[in-house]
């Protein structure tokens, strides 16, 4: 089970960690407003009030030892950077970071963030590449050559199990979630049979994803 750490809990902070909950991680929420905390407390693994500008506040709670750490905090400069900089200090392996624009974003990737976002350029992007690809009903870019598309399962794929598609091999994609009438099988096994409703979460760089899309 892969362990996240959110730090920020404004509305997209919050929607990380729920999101990651749902999809089987343990995830540690952290703000420093107790009221945000109690309301997102029963939808992750555990919440807590801290402030992430202490350094041994989070060492304390291990986050070391999480795989990755979200940095939500973009409304502040100075505490974005002061978060970023512990937690590299702190030696987490992985540190995703949301900057409120291009300046904060460069400030960030010069500290050693491993991947930063801007909510609002991003999203149209995605936007845009939804428009352009009516099938594709999500996409989330990971880097200028990866990303994640949620798409309705193609007709060729319906009716035969993820053996006998063998997508690793022939489109070079992975499966990493079916979605079903509410339901989300993560990493579902090789037996699994495709149905006309699922909805595929596909995996794989750019010009992969594109040769799914146009099944």
């Not at 809990?9 to 729920?18: D, H, I, K, N, T």
């Not at 009030?49 to 795989?67: H, N, P, Q, S, T």
């Not at 963030?113 to 428009?131: F, G, N, T």
């Not at 499966?175 to 409703?197: L, R």
């Amino acid at each position: 089970m892969k362990s996240y750490v959110v730090i920020g809990l404004g509305r997209f902070g919050v929607e990380a960690a729920v999101r990651l909950c749902e999809l089987g991680a343990e995830v540690l929420a952290i703000d420093t407003r107790s009221d945000v905390v109690q309301q997102v407390s029963s939808s992750v693994t555990h919440a807590v009030v801290a402030d992430a500008r202490d350094k041994e506040v989070l060492r304390a709670l291990g986050v070391a030892d999480f795989d990755c750490a979200v940095v939500a905090i973009g409304d502040s400069l100075t505490d974005s950077v002061l978060a970023t900089m512990n937690l590299l200090e702190l030696g987490v392996p992985h540190l995703v970071c949301k900057a409120y624009d291009e300046t904060h974003s460069q400030i960030l990737r010069k500290l050693g963030a491993h991947q930063v976002l801007i909510p609002e350029r991003d999203q149209a992007a995605r936007l845009a590449r939804s428009l352009s690809s009516p099938n594709v009903l999500d996409f989330i870019e990971l880097s200028s050559d990866y990303g994640i598309i949620e798409l309705p399962a193609p007709k060729s794929w319906q009716g035969k199990t993820l053996k006998e598609l063998n997508v690793r091999a022939k489109l070079g994609v992975n499966i990493i979630a079916v979605k079903c009438g509410g339901e989300i099988n993560v990493s579902p096994a090789a037996d699994y049979t495709i149905g006309k409703e699922d909805i595929m979460v596909v995996l794989g760089d750019m010009i992969a994803l594109e040769k799914v899309q146009k099944l």
